[in-house]
């Protein structure tokens, strides 16, 4: 099995590239924050240690986790955010590391991992190759507007929250520029693959 870590800013287009390889190509994709999120609904690993965290007031009417009101929570207190991060981050790399086992164990042939701190988290490092998914920031900003109805305090914030893009390119083995017609970026992810299909 071969696997590829894919990593970039926000509204960079990753999810796009993503569905498409799944269609295309018969790649398993997993999403990392999708990941943390199902790890952190009720009776899973994550639930009991975070409501422990928050209180009760983290709870939403249907007895789950807000997921609105942490961010809200943690949004300027970086001491709770550590810990939530503390508690989330260990959960969904053992996640991850339990959902590669058992793709290479089904004979799944291509995994892509997705994960925003796919650097930071030394993600990188159980991958094979790790792709840079790059794109303007005119352009994220345009996307995130449109698709999120994010203000541009609120992406302002988001963007410098991340790794700059030199510590990105640094990591990656593998640049698509998602800034033009989606078109263009296709073209480049079957222009990878096929340089890679004699290992995949």
């Not at 942490?70 to 955010?81: E, H």
């Not at 790399?93 to 925003?116: D, K, P, S, V, W």
Request: glycine share 8%; charged share 30%.
């Amino acid at each position: 099995m071969y696997l590829i870590g894919v990593t970039g800013g926000v509204g960079s287009g990753k999810s796009e590239l993503l569905r498409y390889v799944r269609e295309r190509y018969g790649a398993y994709v997993l999403f990392a924050d999708q990941a943390a999120a199902g790890l952190m609904r009720r009776g899973e690993r994550c639930f009991e240690p975070v409501v422990r965290l928050f209180g009760p007031e983290a709870l939403g009417s249907d007895g789950e986790l807000d997921r609105g009101k942490i961010a809200g929570m943690i949004f300027c207190n970086d001491p709770l955010r550590e810990e939530m991060n503390r508690i989330v981050h260990p959960a969904v790399r053992e996640y991850i590391l339990e959902t590669i086992r058992a793709q290479r164990a089904e004979g799944t042939c291509l995994f892509f991992l997705e994960a925003a701190l796919l650097v930071e988290e030394k993600y990188n490092e159980i991958c094979d190759e790790l792709w840079y998914v790059y794109a303007d920031e005119a352009v994220r900003r345009k996307r995130l507007k449109e698709s999120r109805g994010y203000t541009d305090s609120k992406i302002t914030s988001m963007i410098r929250s991340q790794l700059p893009e030199q510590r990105f390119r640094e990591a990656a083995d593998f640049v698509i520029n998602n800034s033009g017609p989606l078109a263009d970026s296709l073209r480049q992810v079957d222009s990878r693959l096929e340089e890679l299909s004699g290992r995949v």
